[in-house]
């Protein structure tokens, strides 16, 4: 069922983004990672009139939880199932936070399929220090009525994508396990995947370790599976989603709209602001999730360029780096002495793997966000 009106909701973000812009809530410049007069392919997913169909891959914490409340109030999209994975809190909290999510949402039609409960071959790390001990900024919202369907996430997505081949993009806005599992367990069905967007990963430093970001840390083998898939990929990591953090004044807006989503956006927001304040991590929180939605919904929200990206997965301080080629060769390490020699083909060449955001326009971003979550219904 697809109850998004698309005339009626563009309207509305416009009237509501004045107003909310008027209100002062909005950062003022646009942030250029990369110095470069290089021409950037943008993303051009978006069709005016036809919505985006995606399955949002997800491990509700906190700024999933705005990511969700986003995608599932824009027109331009069409959210075909939610996919819950373990990640910022295990599965048994992200799968009934996705549940409660959509319930808060009034968009009980959205099938919701419990995803894996560990990484691919790794203990599964959580970030409970960044999102609470439920995962929601330690909000107690009630029990969810709402059951997860039958279906496993791996065999909904499967199911999803074979039955609409070209039609489907993933959003994973999680450690990539629920993906890879779909990419190893049906090994023709990447060419039916339409794109995968995805955040994480970084070309400027982790926020878990030194070198990986979160989502990545925490799935490096899933991630370099995505990554060698040959699906279209766009790759939204912390060089944008750190410049977008959430101020006091926009959870204000928040707290003030009258409808279910908006309060509850608040009150997960504020409540987890809190938190960080108390426990001396009041850094700011970063849009991370909510960023990789809007730039689906409006193309110009960021700036995308074409990378080759590999995922180191052996590192032993590294594992879930990302590293991005700009242009080729791409080289790997000198080999070791007691290694094989080097073979003497040429070094492949270059050709992209991802669409990389490397700038964004927070001011736009924080327009859009806050006019959707705000306005009624
Ligand atoms: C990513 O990790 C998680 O903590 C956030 O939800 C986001 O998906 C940022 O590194
Ligand atoms: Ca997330």
Do not use: W
Not at 108 to 133: C, E, F, M, Q, S
Not at 335 to 363: H, M, Q
């Amino acid at each position: 069922m697809r109850s998004n009106k698309v005339a009626r909701s563009r309207r509305d973000f416009l009237r509501s983004s004045a107003a909310t812009l008027a209100a002062g809530a909005f950062p003022a410049f646009p942030v250029s990672l990369f110095a470069t007069n290089e021409k950037f392919a943008n993303n051009s997913f978006t069709n005016p009139g036809k919505p985006h169909r995606i399955i949002l891959d997800t491990d509700p914490g906190v700024d999933d939880a705005i990511a969700i409340f986003l995608a599932l109030r824009s027109p331009e999209l069409h959210v075909e199932a939610l996919t819950p994975v373990c990640g910022n809190v295990p599965l048994s909290l992200t799968l009934p936070n996705a549940l409660r999510l959509v319930e808060i949402a009034g968009r009980t039609d959205i099938p919701v399929a419990a995803g894996a409960a560990t990484p691919l071959v790794r203990r599964l790390v959580t970030a409970k220090y960044a999102h609470g001990n439920n995962g929601l900024g330690g909000v107690d919202f009630p029990e969810p009525k709402l059951k997860p369907v039958s279906e496993t996430a791996t065999e909904l997505i499967r199911r999803i994508v074979r039955a609409n081949p070209g039609e489907i993009s993933i959003v994973a806005i999680g450690p990539l396990t629920n993906v890879a599992t779909v990419l190893k367990s049906d090994p023709t069905i990447a060419p039916l995947i339409k794109s995968i967007i995805i955040m994480g990963g970084s070309f400027s430093g982790g926020n878990i370790t030194p070198a990986a970001e979160f989502n990545f840390y925490v799935d490096p083998e899933a991630a370099r599976i995505v990554f060698d898939s040959g699906v279209p990929l766009t790759m939204v990591g912390l060089d944008v989603t750190r410049k977008v953090i959430i101020r006091d004044e926009q959870v204000r807006a928040l707290e003030a709209a009258q409808n279910p989503v908006s309060q509850a956006a608040g009150k997960i927001l504020r409540a987890n602001l809190d938190r960080l304040t108390k426990t001396g991590n009041a850094n700011g929180f970063a849009m991370h999730d909510p960023l990789t939605v809007a730039q689906l919904i409006d193309p110009s929200v960021v700036t995308l360029k074409d990378f080759f990206v590999e995922i180191e997965t052996t590192g032993e301080l590294t594992a879930g780096q990302s590293l991005g080629y700009a242009h080729g060769p791409v080289r790997r390490s000198a080999p070791l002495e007691t290694g094989l020699p080097p073979g003497d083909s040429p070094e492949p060449e270059f050709k992209p793997n991802a669409k990389v955001a490397i700038e964004v326009d927070p001011d736009k971003f924080f327009r859009l966000l806050l006019a959707r979550l705000t306005s009624a219904a």
